[in-house]
């Protein structure tokens, strides 16, 4: 056995879209699930609404969305976070379907990313063709604290 042929075994339930690797991703939920938090120097805090200390001490804060989605790619079930511009495309995909009289859930997406960090720009694209999804998947469940970090 070397270092090649060991099976590397993730256990983030977070879908993690890295630049060269596309992943192909059927979105499960009916909605995303919004939530805002606030950047303290390198770290993310979750958003504690009207009365949060960190709003009334004027720190900006930052949406979030997240949603169940199964990858095709690695054929599990991940919790995908993402921002404003990523939710806008997945609008715009979403509404140019429905007026075909498709729904946006019975389509995979294809998934890329470009550049590293905050220069990393994540794109969508429909698949012309659909996998079907296994039947009987676990969802995770998300709550008001699921934050990647």
């Known amino acids: 056995m070397s270092y090649a042929d060991k099976k590397i075994i993730k256990n983030s339930i977070f879908l993690k879209v890295e630049e060269g690797k596309p992943h192909t991703v059927r979105l499960l939920d009916e909605d995303p699930t919004e939530q805002w938090q606030h950047k303290m120097g390198t770290k993310m805090e979750t958003c504690g609404g009207e009365q949060c200390a960190y709003c009334m001490d004027g720190v900006l804060r930052s949406q979030r969305f997240v949603t169940n989605v199964y990858d095709h790619t690695e054929g599990r079930v991940y919790l995908w976070s993402y921002g404003p511009m990523v939710a806008e495309n997945l609008a715009a995909i979403a509404k140019s379907l429905e007026k075909d009289g498709e729904n946006i859930l ?22 012309f063709k659909s996998l079907p999804v296994p039947a009987g998947i676990q969802l995770h469940t998300i709550g008001r604290e699921t934050l990647p970090f």
């Open 106 to 127: 019975e389509h995979d997406l294809e998934v890329t990313a470009k550049g590293s960090g905050m220069q990393k720009k994540t794109t969508i694209q429909p698949r």
